[in-house]
């Protein structure tokens, strides 16, 4: 976190500050395509980005790291103890865990809804329990506390030209999207944990089951059915995509370009996996270095523009964070006003 951003939102105590650097450490190191997208919005509005994907990726890693030797009871008992410091951080405005204290900082900052990361923390809970999903409809149930809620999440920091509750569906869906999208890049490092985040029903509808992606997975070997399955997936993807694209212009056009850029580029993880063949069992489909350059340099070039409109810009911002943050005492009072999980790493 440069002391530029830092300095811009208006967070002046040294904990506070070390606790959102430790956010952005978080989400450099694991979100390399929103981390790029991040860097198009106001300064000012940045270490809230990275306090919420830092939160994010944290609680994730403690269902997700196979590198990680600890057992299930172990990961359920550092998620309870997460979630406790996650209660009672929203309910003081700070945590004695650096991320807790980044999260509960910006939630009281920017008034968002308490329930919207403890419905989050719910998703996270199930990755200990439920290893695969009978249609899609259960999926989406999942996915609107693992991935559609950090999308609303987003929304205050953001600002919309429109009410908030306009802009809301778009930014779930747009949520639900990158996860879709993560689960199809990563079916076999997900099937080593012993999950399976495609829709049972979508797999067998080709002929597919978990014993045949396993032994796919553990032979290299490919199937038809198996590739005709995830072309089914990513298809469904895509509309996810056209239920979000929508909110796009009913973002404040500052951060426009910014969630464009993430827009474009996680849309780009589709195009890389069927490029290689929808080989994802085998190898992540990554999106070239030129192609993450085109499209950075695209998004630079619009903020530009929006910088150059955004003084004679007519229409309001709602949810706009430009006046500073409030004072310690109002905390409680804007939370009553008011997940990935984006775990990518192209």
Known sequence: MTARELDSAGITDPALRAAYAHCRLLNARHGKTYFLATRLLPVERRPAVHALYGFARWADDIVDDLGSTATAEERGAALRLLRRDLESGLHAGTGADPVVAALADTAARYAIEPRLFTDFMASIELDLEVTEYACYEDLRRYMHGSAAVIGLQML?????????????????????????????????????????????????????????????????????????????????????????????????????????????????????????????LHRRAVVPRRRRAV??????????????????????????????PPAPGLHGASRAGGRERWKETV
């Open 295 to 324: 499209v950075a340099c695209d998004g630079l070039a619009r903020l530009a523009l929006a910088r150059l409109r955004a003084p004679s810009a007519g229409g309001a911002v709602t949810g706009s964070p430009g006046t500073p």
């Open 156 to 280: 205050p920091v953001l600002g919309t030209v429109v009410p908030r509750e306009e802009a809301a569906p778009h930014a779930a869906a747009l949520g639900v999207a990158f996860q879709l999208t993560n689960f199809l890049r990563d079916v076999g490092e997900d099937l080593d944990r012993g999950r399976i985040y495609l829709p049972l029903d979508l797999l067998a509808a080709h002929g597919v089951d978990r014993a045949l992606l396993r032994w796919s997975r553990d032979s290299g070997r490919r199937d038809r059915r198996i590739t005709a399955a995830l072309k089914d997936a990513a298809a469904l993807t895509r509309g996810v995509y056209g239920e979000a694209a929508g909110g796009l212009p009913l973002l404040d056009p500052v951060s426009r370009p910014c969630i464009r850029t993430a827009f474009v580029l996680y849309g780009a993880i589709l195009d890389a996996i069927a490029d290689d063949g929808f080989a994802v």
